[in-house]
């Protein structure tokens, strides 16, 4: 299913569990991507033509497959980013929940919608949704399964084809789902899969496209945005975050500390919305320190291919890198290991300690440097106002969460908080589950509504409310938007 030539060079992955082989994968050519996006352009406009109805029953056939077959996803996953089984299941679920949301919604976002013309009786406007055309999809390692197949589902619903590079790592999760599509009535050509490093494919991908959904750093993501400026092509960039959490000095420890583990744990740390900046009220600080250290140091880490397991495995070698020189760098400039720290090869070649540290200063990389790993830093703070100037002191801000026991004050906090979405009494949950509101970032993560299965608005910086955030937007990718007028 990848789009490459019968003598294609081949790459090799191995697994983060036990480094042992894994999967052997053909790699695309420049030229490759290009036939693939001709294929894909050729059979753009008969998918275009099929009404709504039908792409809403391939789609929730699709729904079905991923949900009567998630235990192939569920080892896939596994096997391929050494997440535990808890955290792969995250994703089926939110793949069947944006599937089923896009089916049932697509009729209604599509429709032609009529406005007030200029002059009453004499003019009309109508509003008109047109496909982009071809999307290029690149999708990262880390979440191989949402960002993979959520970017493609509502473009595909949308009436566009869609050209996908995933990344190498977890390609093998991203064809299961391509092949599950197809199997539900998707047209072949319809979504297409190259491998390949960017460097050698990147500008194919980027030249054949009519709108670009990138998930991955922020290096490439300006890249990106140029190329498409220079184009004149629309982008969705979502680039990560050095996302903060506040704990009011009214916060219920019991709970908050277990919400803590999750905001900084889940996927071993590598997930865009975790929390890397933790700032606690001076009057529970030393209380609520103690809880989450407890519950940190009690965590479950190990290979295992069920639910016994509370933390994985860091997926590739260079993510384990930079992990190890954050915190030696920390360590070695005074800051305080309260839990961690280390690596763990007794459990596989990339296991690593969820780690808390305190004592962290400006001079360390992990102050104000995206970590992407099980790692947390604690601050003190003394008053509302100084938590959150330190929280918003980042050029980093993608998700935030806000815990106390008054809601409505908790809200307030949220509100002043300047991050794509803000969750309160919850890590992440009600962001990631909410299926409406917009998912946006502040500042250099982000362009647009970036969220993986949506992200075509032009709206500067919409952002869900405090207590219910999202990762869908009203308009998926490449959904148009046009006007036609007449008397």
């Known amino acids: 299913m990848v789009a490459a030539g019968a003598r294609a060079q081949r790459i090799a992955t191995t697994s983060p569990y036990t480094g ?38 391939i789609m929730l ?137 960017g460097s050698s494919i990147g500008d194919a991908l980027m030249a054949g496209g009519d709108y670009m959904m990138f998930t991955g750093s922020t290096a490439s993501g300006r890249r990106i945005a140029r190329d498409a400026g220079e184009r004149l092509i629309g982008a969705s960039l979502e680039l990560g975050g050095k996302n903060a959490m506040v704990v ?13 583990v999750a905001a900084c744990f889940h996927s071993a740390g590598q997930l865009c919305v975790s929390i890397e900046r933790l700032y606690v009220a001076d009057e529970i600080h030393d209380a609520f320190v103690t809880a989450f250290a407890e519950r940190t140091r009690a965590m479950r880490l190990g290979a295992a291919y069920d639910f016994s397991m509370d933390m994985g495995s860091l997926t590739t070698p260079s993510q384990l890198d930079t992990v190890s020189s954050h915190v030696d760098d920390a360590g070695s400039k005074g800051a305080t290991v309260l839990a961690g720290g280390k690596t763990r090869p007794d459990l596989g070649p990339l296991f690593y300690e969820p780690t808390i540290l305190t004592d962290v200063t400006p001079d360390m990389t992990l102050f104000d440097h995206e970590t992407f790993g099980p790692v947390v830093s604690i601050y003190r703070y003394r008053s509302v106002d100084e938590a959150v100037a330190m929280a918003n002191a980042t050029p980093y801000r993608l998700n935030a969460s806000v815990w106390g026991r008054n809601s409505a004050g908790a809200r307030k906090v949220a509100g002043r908080l300047h991050a794509g979405t803000v969750n309160v009494n919850e890590a992440f949950a009600a962001a990631w589950a909410a299926s409406t509101p917009p998912w946006a970032a502040w500042a250099t993560r982000a362009l647009a509504v970036v969220t993986a299965p949506t992200g075509c608005s032009n709206t500067p910086k919409p952002r869900p409310s405090p207590t219910s955030a999202s990762r869908a937007s009203p308009r998926p990718a490449g959904w148009s938007t046009s006007t036609g007028r007449g008397s």
Request: charged residues 20%; aromatic residues 6%; without cysteine.
């Open 20 to 57: 042992a082989p894994l999967a052997d994968l053909p790699v695309s050519t420049p030229g490759d991507v290009e036939e693939a996006f001709a294929r894909a352009r050729a059979a753009q406009a008969g998918w275009a033509a099929t009404p709504v109805a039908d792409r809403k029953r």
């Open 61 to 197: 056939r699709f729904h079905d497959l991923v949900l009567q077959r998630q235990a192939e996803a569920l080892d896939l996953m596994q096997a391929e980013s050494g997440k535990t089984r808890r955290d792969a299941f995250l994703e089926v679920s939110d793949i069947a929940i944006t599937a089923r949301y896009y089916a049932r919604t697509a009729q209604r976002l599509l429709s032609p919608k009529r406005r007030k013309g200029a002059i009453p009786v004499l003019t009309h406007t109508t509003e008109l949704h047109h496909p982009k055309g071809v999307v290029t999809v690149i999708s990262p390692w880390n979440y191989p399964l949402s960002m993979a197949a959520g970017d493609a589902i509502p473009a595909l619903m949308a009436g566009n084809a869609v050209v996908q590079k995933p990344d190498t790592q977890t390609a093998l999760t991203a064809l299961w789902a391509l092949a599950l599509m197809r199997e539900a009535g998707l047209p072949t050509d319809v979504w297409q899969m190259v491998v390949g490093r």
């Open 248 to 260: 009011l000095a009214d916060a219920d420890i019991d709970k908050a500390a277990p919400g803590a």
